[in-house]
């Protein structure tokens, strides 16, 4: 064998295990980086979570953490590029419902896959409904609000992200209680929502905090009435909840979870759980995540598969109830 | 005086080394992104924003502020050598801008755009200096129906775009309206047209679309073409810089670009529909409108100017009411919230060393693109000296990973080299693809906002006339349409009274 040829299969036999990874020595995990799937395009709330969420898990991990966004499809092509990753601990979801309760979402064909095809890890933080005014509109509260669309029926105008959507799921249930009219306009994405509130087509967005609400707030263009959430929340403490307002919307809590393809070794599992742990518990990522609009909040892998269930099964009840799903 | 405050303020901060390297960076990687076809600003911030979290929140902004600006002045580099858009912005640019290159007049076409993208960039940025925020609370003006109406006068710029068959473009335009429609309804959540691929249920993407029709269907002609053994462009290269008579046709169409700064302002307005306008709007104003398309400068000047202007139009939103207009401003708004800084209407109060520094960093970005840009114009002109043979695997190389890169997704490369073959045919048969593009964009957006306004009005098309803002858009849009008819009829009718006249005699 000449040098030259030497070389080459040595190179190729590099390259090789580069795409294998793995091939060689099998060491503890993780010994390379691991790639988390994010199902919406850079820069929202749940992107930009996550990315704080990923800086950390970096540090307790000793391998890079990076996210990739494969947005599309109601988050079905990151569910189910996940879903056909090998389960190895290599390829996560850092997820909200839509991805992983598939079977009961609007558009179930696009999802390949089931919700126990998925496996929880760890809860790391959860989404706000918040249901949104001007702050100079002539109603300050819930009550007010109502009291105005029952003396102008069919004239006030409410906002959300499209029918099916969790919070749409929320406004409708919270319009039908109140006993109200009010007409509905779907908008791509909060920021035409928020152009739209802020530019007097619309009189109430209902939509998660976060991204380009915060900034809104801190100047007092807007004012959030209300949150959909059974408790009040650390990041809007002042803002009440629905439920102590008298309205039982009953979604279950908007979570933002990791997950894994189903077979996962079970001490990969262990280990990212308890990095996820320690990041949601370090003050400098409960921070962090507080001025993008998210709360810090942990729930283990039987707690979140629990909550998965609640939230899949609430919703398709809902949908069906509403007459969107047949 | 508050203006000259703010530009002080402004050049202070951006002179400040600290900054002018992270500018400098954004701005090289922003022409490099832009040079190499389908390689896009979007991808590239996504990339480096992990990157930037060692960076101050106003170095961040700074550097990924100058891939999105800087990459709209290397989009028309490859547009005007190769046939092939850099960027989705600068479609158009291949119209003229190729033409000229196969005259010898590439180094004209590449000085005058990087002048006009100057021009464009820096009086879009004085602009917003001085008018930020009262621009941005004009932008809130624009609800669905302003919108919608907006649209449809867009739509009736096809009516201008293309100098062959006029049913060729109306075909074309037809055809992108129903590529539009492709996807998920947003009003009824229900999933249209997408053949049950699942990649589909957003929409064809545009990136692939441009990258297939006008990139992969130019090579694939080229290839053809060297099999007639007949070199790429053959012309040896005079003048590297444009004639004094190209530099005064050009000032009008320059002047009129950087107005499209206000298109961009407008959420989803953005730089290829500006550019696009442009284009179209000097066409309509020209005395030789039959020029275009024959590698006219004025069809490089204008557009080239415009989607600079609009691009810059893009930050206002951003920096002025924290709202994002586009993907690329997206991002950005996640590069603002991963460093703690939420922006919005207090921005300017309450960190005016950011807004301050990222505007002013533009200044001198634009300065440090023109000053990259000029010198590389011999060295890109050089590029076309390369054997084609060895250049358009290269090309199909970078072409690939760029529809990868944008939603990281393998459909959107199918989707590519299928437009690819549809774009082949296309430059066949003669078909324009401008319009294709133009109605691809516009059609969603249309649709989206006419939908809205309904809903928003409790079923009433009145709407669209109730409202000022649209009324005169759609007068607008109603003024153009009819009166080639009018005239043609005055016309007539004077010719009709002329012969008259003489029967009489």
């Known amino acids: ?326 | 005086m508050d203006f000259l405050d703010n530009l002080l303020i402004a050049l202070s901060f951006s002179v400040q080394p600290e900054n002018l390297l992270p500018c400098f960076i954004g701005a090289f990687i922003g022409t490099l992104v832009g040079v190499l076809p389908g390689l896009g600003p979007m991808a590239t911030m996504s990339l480096l924003l992990p990157i930037t979290f060692k960076l101050s929140t106003a170095q961040s902004i700074i550097m990924l502020a100058g891939i999105y600006y800087g990459a709209q002045y290397g989009g028309s580099t490859t547009s005007i050598l190769m046939n092939i858009p850099g960027e989705a912005s600068t479609v158009i640019t291949c119209i003229d801008g190729y033409e000229m290159a196969k005259k010898g007049r590439a180094g004209a076409a590449l000085g005058i755009s990087a002048m006009g993208s100057f021009i464009g960039g820096t009086v879009a940025v004085i602009m917003m200096t001085f008018l930020a925020p009262p621009l941005a609370e004009m932008a809130l003006k624009f609800g669905p129906p302003e919108n919608a109406s907006l649209m449809v006068l867009g739509v009736i710029l096809v009516i201008y775009l293309s100098s062959g068959s006029m049913i060729k473009a109306l075909m074309m335009a037809a055809f992108g309206f129903l590529l539009g429609s492709i996807g998920s309804d947003l009003l009824s959540g229900s999933i249209r047209f997408s053949m049950g691929f699942r990649d589909l249920t957003d929409g064809v993407g545009l990136v692939p679309v441009v990258m297939g029709l006008f990139g992969i269907s130019e090579v694939m002609l080229n290839i053809e073409e060297s099999f007639r053994d007949r070199d790429f462009i053959k012309t040896t290269f005079r003048d590297l810089f444009p004639y004094k008579s190209e530099y005064l046709e050009s000032v009008g169409p320059i002047a009129r670009g950087t107005l499209f700064f206000f298109l961009g302002i407008l959420p989803g307005g953005g730089a290829i529909i500006a550019s696009i306008a442009s284009y179209a709007l000097e066409r309509k104003l020209s005395k030789t409108p039959e020029k275009f398309g024959t590698g006219y400068i004025k069809g490089v000047a204008g557009p080239e100017t415009a989607n600079n202007a609009a691009c810059m139009g893009a930050y206002v939103p951003l920096l002025t009411l924290g709202i994002p207009g586009n993907g690329v401003m997206g991002i950005l708004m996640g590069a603002f919230l991963i460093h703690g800084v939420a922006p919005g209407p207090l921005l300017l109060t309450t960190h005016p060393d950011i807004f301050w520094g990222v505007i002013g960093s533009m200044y001198m970005g634009n300065i440090m693109l023109l000053i990259l840009n000029l010198p590389l114009i011999g060295i890109w002109v050089r590029i076309l000296r390369v054997p084609y043979k060895l250049l358009f695997p290269i090309i199909l190389l970078i072409c690939l990973i760029g529809s990868y890169s944008v939603n990281n997704s393998i459909f959107d490369v199918n989707l590519m080299v299928i437009f690819g073959i549809i774009g082949y045919l296309m430059k066949k048969f003669g078909y324009p693809g401008a319009p294709l593009v133009l109605a691809l964009i516009l059609g969603p957006m249309l649709e989206r906002n006419m939908g809205q306004s309904v809903m928003m009005s409790n079923g009433s098309f009145m709407i669209f006339i109730s409202r000022p803002i649209s009324a005169v858009l759609l007068m607008t849009t109603f003024v153009l349409l009819i009166s080639p008819m009018i005239l043609s009829l005055i016309r007539r009718k004077r010719v009709g009274l002329l012969i008259e006249g003489e029967e009489d005699n």
């Open chain 1, 1 to 326: 064998m000449s040098h030259r040829t030497f070389w080459v299969v040595m190179f190729c036999c590099f390259l090789l295990s580069m795409v294998n990874g793995n091939g060689l020595a099998q060491g503890t995990y993780p010994e390379r980086p691991i790639q988390a799937l994010v199902s919406y395009a850079p820069g929202g709330s749940t992107d930009s979570g996550a990315r704080v969420i990923a800086e950390y898990m970096q540090k307790y991990l000793k391998q890079p953490f990076l996210i990739v966004n494969k947005p599309g499809g109601g988050s079905s092509i990151a569910g189910n590029e996940l879903f056909r990753s090998k389960p190895d601990g290599y390829t996560l979801g850092m997820f909200t419902s839509a991805p992983t309760t598939p079977e009961y979402t609007m558009n179930p064909q696009n999802f390949i896959y089931k919700t126990k095809d998925l496996q929880p890890v760890a809860e790391w933080s959860k989404n706000l409904t918040v249901f949104l005014s001007r702050y100079d509109a002539p109603w300050k509260s819930i009550e007010e609000l109502i009291k105005h669309a029952k003396a102008n029926p069919s004239k006030l105008v409410w906002s959300h992200a499209g029918r099916g959507n969790r919070d749409w799921i929320e406004g409708t249930l919270f319009v039908g209680q109140a006993g109200i009219k009010m007409l509905d306009v779907p908008f791509q994405g909060a920021a035409d929502s928020m152009t739209a509130l802020l530019g007097g087509n619309v009189d109430v967005v209902v939509t998660s905090y976060g991204g380009v609400t915060i900034g809104q707030m801190e100047a007092k263009k807007i004012r959030a009435l209300a949150i959909s959430d059974e408790k009040r929340s650390s990041v809007l403490p002042d803002v009440p909840t629905l439920k102590e307002l008298g309205y039982e919307i009953g979604t279950p809590e908007n979570y933002l979870g990791m997950f894994a393809p189903k077979g996962t070794p079970a001490e990969v599992l262990q280990k990212l759980n308890e990095a996820v742990l320690k990041a949601t518990q370090d003050p400098e990522v409960q921070q962090k995540l507080a001025k993008i609009g998210l709360a810090a909040s942990y729930k283990n892998a039987k707690d979140l598969e629990q909550l998965v269930d609640n939230f899949g099964k609430f919703q398709f009840k809902i949908l069906k109830e509403l007459g969107v799903l047949k």
